[in-house]
């Protein structure tokens, strides 16, 4: 999870779709990013025939993966090619950000931006435009984030079923919509098991400790999150606490989001501490870019440190307190050591080859669902994302 603290405007980046530029990127994707950036060394898909055939009969197509790896969009543009399938893809908009040529290049492989923290109009009408014209499938995220635990779902965002669900509505027999999950699950190879030793070193050094070298590996990682979670405590809020992970991860979540909270209009539909991340975010960033009254320094600064504490929330959420000692596999012990990594040194680190396993489940028939009465046409964005979270979490366990 990166930070985002940006004074950025937002401009929509809409998909461009340009034939020559498509081997190239699919070569730069293979080559650079899986391959070397990524260490993916194999996939295995199941399911995308199906998907196919959805396709080719110009049905509404949204394919709503898990998100728990920055591989994630990599490895789906991959199967895309081997189906003959060019799926366009919903981006935050941070990643149009990195530099003017990344931004440009995504666009040309069918990526268009989204702002998450506001009401994004154009990325949702761009997203009803691609399911309603049925020529290639759509991939949103519904995760939003990337929390780094492929084998537990965060909560999904309603918006995946809603976009949906207003396409289904409009379209003409024998055109439906479906909504597909799609399980992205990674397997590391045993040698990253010998990489622990060091990388904890470096993570331990970098908060200032004395590396432990000869502890036995799980327990370096607690540890060790401990230690980060007690300075992020008094970080954020002046003070470290004691007691249960799960507990103080969570306390530490809503202290955070409650102090910001104080400070701006509260949003009632916000919840979900990934919710309430959201609204404040965008309550703060339209602040910091009011061009008629806008902010003085000082005011610019508080805003920018409400951001960091924002951020500070979600980080907290996105961690589970019994993720490893719950099942303490060598891919979680993997998973949790990359989270920290990126947290502390701003990047995972990916030192060994892994391999990729892709399951497209069955697809859920929404618009079947509408006519026989299972689904409300208005109003069952929850009851359709409920179904999605059940058959999504099953595909991952």
């Known amino acids: ?41 194999h996939i295995r898909d199941e399911g995308f025939d199906v998907v196919r055939k959805l396709v080719e009969a110009e049905h509404a197509v949204l394919l709503a993966p898990n998100h ?85 779902l965060d909560p999904l965002n309603e918006g995946v079923a809603s976009i949906l669900l207003k396409v289904a509505a409009k379209l003409a027999p024998p055109r439906k919509a479906y909504l597909v999950p799609v399980a992205l699950r990674f397997f590391h190879d045993p040698s990253v098991e010998t990489t622990f030793r060091d990388r904890l070193s470096k993570l331990e050094d970098r908060i200032g400790w004395i590396p432990k070298p000869n502890m036995p590996t799980d327990d370096r990682i607690r540890r060790l999150a401990t230690g980060v979670l007690a300075l992020k405590e008094t970080e954020a809020l002046g003070r470290a606490n004691s007691g249960d992970i799960h507990q103080r991860l969570t306390r530490l979540c809503e202290d955070a989001l409650d102090e910001v ?14 919710e309430r991340v959201r609204a404040l975010r965008y309550r703060i960033r339209r602040r910091l870019l009011d061009t008629a009254n806008p902010p003085a320094r000082a005011e610019r600064d508080a805003l920018l440190d409400d951001l960091d504490l924002v951020f500070t929330a979600l980080q907290a959420h996105s961690y589970i ?18 989270k920290l990594e990126e947290d502390l040194f701003g ?24 006519t026989d009465g299972s689904l409300p046409p208005k109003g069952g964005a929850i009851e359709l994302t409920t179904i999605l979270e059940t058959k999504l979490s099953s595909l991952i366990a």
């Open 1 to 41: 999870m990166r930070r985002l603290r940006n004074d950025l405007p937002y401009t929509f980046r809409p998909p461009v779709r340009n034939s020559w530029v498509r081997p190239l990127g699919h070569a730069v994707n293979q080559h650079v990013h899986l391959r070397r950036k990524y260490q993916i060394a």
């Open 68 to 152: 728990s790896d920055h591989a994630d969009p990599h490895v789906l543009l991959e199967i895309g090619r081997r189906h003959d399938l060019q799926p366009f893809f919903m981006g935050a908009r941070e990643i149009f950000e990195v530099s003017p040529v990344a931004g440009w290049s995504l666009q040309q492989m069918g990526v268009f931006s989204v702002d998450r923290d506001g009401p994004d109009l154009s990325a949702v009408k761009m997203a009803m435009q691609i399911l309603d014209a049925g020529e290639e499938p759509l991939v949103m995220f519904p995760e939003g984030e990337i929390y780094h635990h492929h084998r537990r």
């Open 261 to 274: 909270e104080t400070r701006y209009p509260k949003d009632a539909k916000a919840t979900t501490p990934p």
């Open 321 to 338: 307190g019994d993720y490893l000692t719950a099942d303490n596999t060598l891919d979680r012990r993997a998973e949790t050591l990359m």
């Open 347 to 370: 990047f995972p680190n990916y030192p060994v080859p892994r391999r990729t396993e892709v399951t497209a489940g069955e697809p859920i028939p929404v618009s079947d669902l509408i």
